[in-house]
Every structure is written in C-alpha cells, then in structure tokens.
C-alpha cells in the first residue's frame, strides 16, 4: 500500500472565514423597510380600489382572499304569495336581493334576540303560525296546515357569509359621473400653465442670482430661502386680498384661470428660484468666461448654453409643480370657485364622495384615477429627477 503524506489529506472539517460588510447590510435593509412602508399603503389602496363595496365597509383589505361574515335582513312574501302544495298552504322565495346574490346564510332569526341562533335548514314559527325554514342560498319556505291570512310579510334577520369579490364598479362609477370629463380638462387647464409659467420665470431669476453681479444679490437669495418655510395656508389670504384689490383695477374677475395660475406661480416660484440657481451656479465658470470673451451677451449664454444644460434641474422641478398643482385643492377652491364647470378633478372627487362621506368606498378608485396623469409625468421626467434634485440640493 502506497504511502500517502498526511499534507494530502484534505481536512474534513476546512474552516473559512466569511467576511460580511454588516453596514452595507444594515444599509440594504433599511432601504428594504423604507421601501416596503412606502409601497404597502398604495397596495392596500389598489386592492380595495377593486373590491366589493359590501365588503370593504366590513374588512379591511388585507382580508380581501378571505369570506367576509355580514348581518343582513330581508321580508318574506305576503299572504297574497301562498300556494295549496299537497294539502299544505305554502309561501316560497328568496331573502337576498339581486346586489346580494351569491351570498350564503349561515344562520337567522326572527327578532333582534333570536338573530343568527337558528342554523339554515332548521324550522322556525312566526307569529303568524305555520313554520318557516331558511337554507343556506337564502331561499325560504313557509309552511302551515292554516290559509295565511296577513298582508306583509315576516321579517328576516340573518348572518351571511360574503366569498372574495373583485370588482371594477368603483372605477365605473367615478369614470361615468356627471361632471368628471369637464374636472378632467379643468385640472389641465390649471396644471399645465402653471407648471410652465413659475419655471421661465425662475430660470431667468436663477440665471441672475448665479452668473450676474448686482448690489443685494446676497439679501435676494436670502429673501428666497426664507420663503421656502413659509406656509401656503398662512400667505393664502393676504395674496387673495392683494389679488381681489388688484384684479378689477386690471380688468380681471375675481374667479378666473388667471388668477389661480398667479397664485400657484407665487407659492412655487421660491422653491423654483433656489433650485435652478443652485444648480446653475454648479456649471463650469470656464464655459460662461470662454462665452463671454467670444462677445456674447448674458441672454445669449442664457438661451443657447445654461438653458440646456440646466434640463435635469428644470425637469425636477416640474415634476413637484405639477404633482402639487395637480393633486391641490384649497387654491382651486379659492380662487377657481366650486361651480360644476370651475371644479377641478380633486373638487369633483369630494363632490361625489359627499360631504359626510357617504360614498367614501370611491375614494381608493378616484385616488388611482387622479394619479394617472401624475405618474404618467414622472415616468417620462424621471431619469432627470434624482440628478437635478441632488445636484441642485448639495451646493
């Protein structure tokens, strides 16, 4: 037998270090979290967007895939429904309802004491005499050897066991309501302009307050900052009196497009400003010298050179102003008004939920329908959102 040296004998048990980057890890993690908290309320929205009305009232939407249990009620036929069957008199039907077919009944009763102690199938006796027998598809049988004689029927009460339903009848309904195509093309009328119009303001501004030498350029970029932390509700009224001061000196009504472009261009104009200088002021200074000895005026450089280049930051900042002015409610209602041709979609979407929330089960389909057009825009702008908004945040 061949001598084997004991050096190539593989170990059995080879030990090996395992090097992890547990900050790496940590950081992963976290991220999985954030996104996971971030992701699962519009996930419960979407799931309950298509559920059933009758169970959304009852459960939440994380028991969607499961059969809900519900209380319901329902009145036999009068003594006018019976028919002689074999010497017996006999009142035959159905408790459910056509909305509440596909239902199956656990149990009833006939008063609030006895509801849901009498399972499906058993007998029970109704004032009226006879006895009365209620299966689990919600048909009933009501038999006596005596002619009914009563002229409204014998209430019901039941426990009903609802399966999984999904359903694009809230959909339906918020797309087929009156008014909903004219708050569709109010809310564009508002959005797009003012979107466009605070951005070519602040660009020029932005181009001032970066690349142009003036007295009080430090105090105006200040001035900018401080209104950042400025809130919409607090400056609302004091621009609302300036503008209803303003607006019939120049021949403006009071509730018009105008006038809620002017205020969505003030409340995003600080925002804009700081944004787009920030980010121009971060362009090569070798560019603007090389531009500037070659004769070129400020306009020009503007127009051909830091317009172009500063697209990323113009598109962040559009997708914000866009998804603000979209969603917003309170400026349109101030200064739009809430008449059926001046509502926007968000004004429309309270209007048919009501004011005490009686239709409140349309709310998670009207919430995907508005964000249609948002998503759409940030889809389209979105490999120019993280470059623009961190190169404009940093500096």
Avoid: C
Wanted: hydrophobic letters at 50%.
């Amino acid at each position: 037998m061949a001598n084997v040296a004991v050096a190539d004998i593989p170990a059995k048990n080879p030990s090996f270090s395992l090097n992890i980057d547990w900050s790496k890890l940590a950081t992963h993690i976290v991220l999985l979290l954030l996104v996971i908290v971030w992701t699962l309320p519009t996930v419960g929205l979407l799931v309950s967007s298509v559920r059933d009305k009758d169970q959304l009232t009852v459960s939440g939407w994380w028991s969607a895939l499961t059969t809900t249990e519900r209380t319901g009620g329902g009145r036999t036929s009068g003594a006018e429904a019976q028919k002689f069957v074999d010497g017996q008199f006999v009142i035959e039907g159905n408790l459910l309802s056509e909305d509440e077919k596909g239902r199956t009944i656990s149990a009833f009763g006939l008063t609030n004491k006895t509801f849901g102690e009498n399972p499906v199938g058993t007998s029970v006796v109704p004032k009226a005499g006879g006895e009365l027998s209620v299966f689990a598809n919600g048909d009933y049988r009501w038999v006596s050897d005596q002619e009914f004689d009563f002229s409204r029927g014998q209430r019901v009460l039941y426990v009903a066991q609802i399966p999984p339903r999904f359903t694009l009848e809230n959909y339906v309904e918020v797309l087929t309501s009156e008014g909903i195509d004219r708050s569709f093309i109010n809310s564009f009328t508002v959005t797009i302009p003012a979107t466009i119009i605070p951005i070519l303001i602040a660009a020029f501004a932005a181009y001032a307050l970066a690349w142009m030498q003036f007295p009080g350029r430090g105090y105006l970029v200040a001035i900018v900052v401080g209104l950042l932390v400025v809130p919409l509700q607090m400056s609302l009224i004091p621009i609302l009196q300036l503008y209803n001061n303003v607006a019939p000196m120049l021949g403006v009504e009071a509730k018009s497009y105008l006038g809620i472009w002017l205020a969505h261009t003030g409340f995003g104009l600080p925002l804009a400003i700081y944004l787009l200088r920030n980010y121009m002021a971060g362009l090569p200074k070798e560019i603007m010298e090389s531009a500037r000895m070659d004769g070129a005026s400020h306009f020009k450089i503007f127009t051909t050179m830091v317009l172009p280049l500063s697209f990323p930051a113009l598109a962040s900042f559009a997708i914000f102003q866009f998804l603000w002015t979209w969603n917003d409610l309170l400026v349109a209602t101030v200064f739009l008004g809430v008449g059926d041709n001046e509502l926007v979609l968000t004004g429309r979407l309270r209007e048919l939920i009501g004011s005490r929330g009686d239709n409140w089960e349309i709310l998670t389909s009207g919430a995907f329908i508005s964000i249609i057009v948002p998503l759409a825009v940030f889809f389209s702008l979105q490999r120019y959102f993280v470059r623009g908004l961190l190169a404009g945040s940093v500096k």
